[in-house]
Nanobody, 119 residues
C-alpha cells in the first residue's frame, strides 16, 4: 500500500488557478497509476483525471478537459493537478488515489484537500 497526502487546496475566485500536490510514500510510486477525484457537498465522488504508470497517458473528465492538467514526478513521488480557469462548480474536496498495475480499482486514497471557488 502507498500512503498519500494531498496539499495545495484553498479559497480562490472564479477564473483563478490552483495547483494541487499529492505526495506518496513508498519506493514503488512509479508503478502506480495515479488519479484525482473530487466530491462536492451532497454529491457522489467523481473522477477528475488519471495518469498511467507506464507511459504517462492521461485521461480527463469532460468537465475539466482543457482546464486541468495532471502530471507526475516519479523522482519526487508526487502527482500534481494544475487547475486553471476555475469555476464555482469546481468547488469540492479533491482526493488523490493510487492503483497498482494489477488492480482493477483505485485502492489507496489520501485524506483530501478542500478547493473552494467563489463567484
Amino acid at each position: 500500500q502507498v500512503q498519500l497526502v494531498e496539499s495545495g487546496g484553498g479559497l480562490v475566485q472564479a477564473g483563478d488557478s490552483l495547483r494541487l500536490s499529492c505526495a506518496a510514500s513508498g519506493r514503488t510510486f512509479s508503478l502506480y497509476t495515479m488519479g484525482w477525484f473530487r466530491q462536492a457537498p451532497g454529491k457522489e465522488r467523481e473522477f477528475v483525471a488519471t495518469i498511467t504508470w507506464n507511459d504517462g497517458s492521461t485521461n480527463y473528465a469532460d468537465s475539466v478537459k482543457g482546464r486541468f492538467t495532471i502530471s507526475r514526478d516519479n523522482a519526487k513521488n508526487t502527482v500534481y493537478l494544475q487547475m486553471k480557469t476555475l469555476k464555482p462548480e469546481d468547488t469540492a474536496v479533491y482526493y488523490c488515489a493510487a492503483r497498482s498495475p494489477l488492480a482493477a480499482n483505485f485502492h489507496s486514497w489520501g485524506q483530501g484537500t478542500q478547493v473552494t471557488v467563489s463567484s
